[in-house]
């Protein structure tokens, strides 16, 4: 319901709504360089990947969902 009345509200503005798979692997994938990591345990709050990018785990989540809605707003 929520998402129904988001989506209402946005195209009153002239705006699209992109949703996101919830299986998409926001907090395992580095958003530098787009590799996935087998695992990452709630207990690792920095997200390190093998080139070298370190970041704050939910700001690379929030950077990959950002960069997947992109994706997603441009095949639209």
């Known amino acids: ?41 709630l207990s690792e709050r920095i997200f390190r990947c093998k080139c070298g990018f370190e970041s704050d785990r939910d700001v690379n989540a929030a950077i990959n969902i950002k960069q997947e809605g992109m994706k997603r707003l441009a095949v639209v």
């Open 1 to 41: 319901m929520f998402t129904s009345f988001l989506q209402d509200k946005l195209a009153e503005q002239g705006k699209k709504l992109i949703k996101i798979d919830k299986w998409f692997p926001t907090l395992k994938t580095c958003s530098c360089y787009g590799k996935v990591r087998k695992s990452l345990s």
